[in-house]
């Protein structure tokens, strides 16, 4: 046995990362269910660093060292829990079982309990930067105990992708499913962060009037800014990109029916279950959704409405800079939610994350990986106990700095028939916490009314409720 670690599953993830390990100098054992990846694998690859192919389940937990460190990289689900049925029963306690995939954190919760009555270390392990991060460098979530992390940790720094200062994208982010959990957050903000892209790019398109190669250089000028980030800077490549075939700008020809593949959706489920407020990234979902339903929009196309008509010259660029605002703002907002998705989740299930690690971690190889989480990170480490981002002096004063034109963008919108459905949960999320009052009362009297559900007073303590039916005087129920 002379592998530090192993990796099972060599589908494109799974590959990249093995190789990720073995080219940091690492001496890997690879498996799969059919050996011929595997020999293909070291065959193509083998120069890179120590592979060490396993034909077998027996064979390829021979080959590690102890206690043994076994990556499984399948898909999430049903072929999760088998690889674990048929490795578990060869391994011994002590051994370490990583599940790199998009699992969700209940499975990786339930797992971790299953195992650790057999001695054995279940770490549920969030994975971002797709294939490019997983060889060059991905940003880690990891979950599980303290002592995997003693162990599995200085592997998982050496591979991760590191910030500029230097610092590895990965910490112990908590016990049993805080990684995945933390990982689906991330999710969750990526699909916003992606909506809102879309939102501004939707924008300058009809109402500026730009066409995509002159948005594509406008990202690219926003890159420089305060909104410089993986996602800002890969869609200026999209949108410069042309279809050989047509000569068409690439964006016109790809069909505009987005898809998922599930963890944004969890996200909202989780939060709604939690109940945390992450309307932006709900919105985000749902528009996905929306631009899916290719018979109910074709039997939508006709209703009224206005059609956008672009503007020109100055006032159009002076327009593209108030969109920067507004996505520069929503963006805030975005972030705002799923950090305060992630306390909850932490709270709820006792996992003491650190919010300012997590958005540490998420400074590099990951695909939400953004300048501004450094601004994060000084906010949570300055203030542990930050009770929202927009409670921090620098958001709120740069939130504030960019309202109107956060406004004046989402009027426009309305009034062109443009749909921004992030911007504007964003928006009206951030005028909910502003509100001295809430028209929440009316709800709760509603009801009251119809099913004398009892609500509070602001002026005295205790739940009243009004006997409407009768002659309307109130009686306190508790
Ligand atoms: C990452 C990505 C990765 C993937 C997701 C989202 O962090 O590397 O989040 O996990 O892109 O599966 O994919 P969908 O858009 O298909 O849900």
């Known amino acids: 046995s002379t592998a530090q670690i192993g990796v099972t599953g060599l589908a494109v993830m799974g590959s990249n990362l093995a190789r990720n390990f073995a080219r940091n100098g690492f001496t890997v054992a690879v498996h799969n269910r059919t050996a011929a990846k595997t020999k293909a694998l070291v065959e193509e690859f083998g120069h890179e660093g120590a592979f060490v192919p396993a034909e077998t389940a027996r064979e390829f937990v021979a080959a590690l060292e102890r206690p043994r460190r076994l ?132 924008l300058l398109r009809e109402v500026a009037g730009y066409s995509p190669a002159r948005i594509a250089q406008t990202f690219r000028t926003w890159n420089e800014g305060r909104l410089d980030s993986y996602l800002i800077e890969i869609t200026a490549e999209v949108l410069a990109h042309t279809d050989a075939a047509t000569g068409r700008p690439y964006v016109d020809v790809v069909a505009d029916a987005a898809e998922q593949k599930g963890t944004g959706r969890w996200t909202v489920q989780i939060a709604l279950d939690l109940g945390v407020p992450v309307s932006g990234i709900a919105e985000a979902v749902f528009a996905r959704s929306v631009s899916g339903h290719s018979a109910l929009r074709a039997a939508s196309a006709d209703l009224a409405g206005p059609r956008p008509t672009a503007l020109s010259g100055e006032a159009a660029d002076a327009f593209a800079a108030r969109v920067e605002q507004a996505l520069y703002a929503s963006k805030i907002v975005s972030y705002t939610q799923g950090f305060h998705q992630i306390r909850a989740g932490s709270d709820e299930y006792g996992w003491g994350v650190d919010l300012g690690a997590v958005a540490s971690l998420w400074r590099g190889g990951c695909i939400i990986r953004a300048a501004f989480l450094d601004r994060i990170r000084a906010a949570y480490d300055a203030r542990p106990d930050l009770p929202s981002l927009l409670a921090d002096a620098d958001f709120a004063r740069e939130i504030g700095a960019a309202q109107d034109d956060w406004r004046a963008v989402l009027g426009e919108a309305v009034r062109q028939g443009i749909p921004v459905p992030a911007f504007a949960a964003s928006l009206s999320y951030y005028d909910a916490l502003r509100a001295e009052r809430l028209p929440a009362a009316l709800t709760q009297g509603q009801r009251d009314f119809f099913g004398a559900h009892t609500y509070r007073r602001t002026d005295r303590e205790g739940s009243y409720h009004t006997l409407w039916s009768g002659d309307r005087s109130e009686v306190r129920t508790d």
């Open 71 to 202: 990556i499984i990289m399948v898909k999430a689900g049903e072929p999760t829990d088998a690889v674990i049925r048929e490795f578990a029963p060869l391994l011994e306690p002590g051994d370490v079982i990583i599940d790199g995939g998009n699992a969700h954190f209940e499975d990786t919760r339930r797992r971790e309990r299953e195992l650790r009555e057999q001695g054995i270390h279940f770490v549920g392990v969030g994975i971002s930067g797709g294939e490019e991060g997983a060889l060059l460098g991905p940003s880690i979530m990891p979950g599980g105990s303290a002592e995997s992390y003693a162990s599995l940790g200085p592997l998982l720094e050496k591979i991760s992708a590191k910030a500029a200062d230097g610092t590895p994208c990965t910490s112990h982010v908590g016990p049993d499913g805080a990684g995945h959990f933390v990982k689906m957050v991330h999710n969750g903000i990526e699909y916003a962060d992606m909506q809102l892209i879309a939102e501004a790019y939707h």
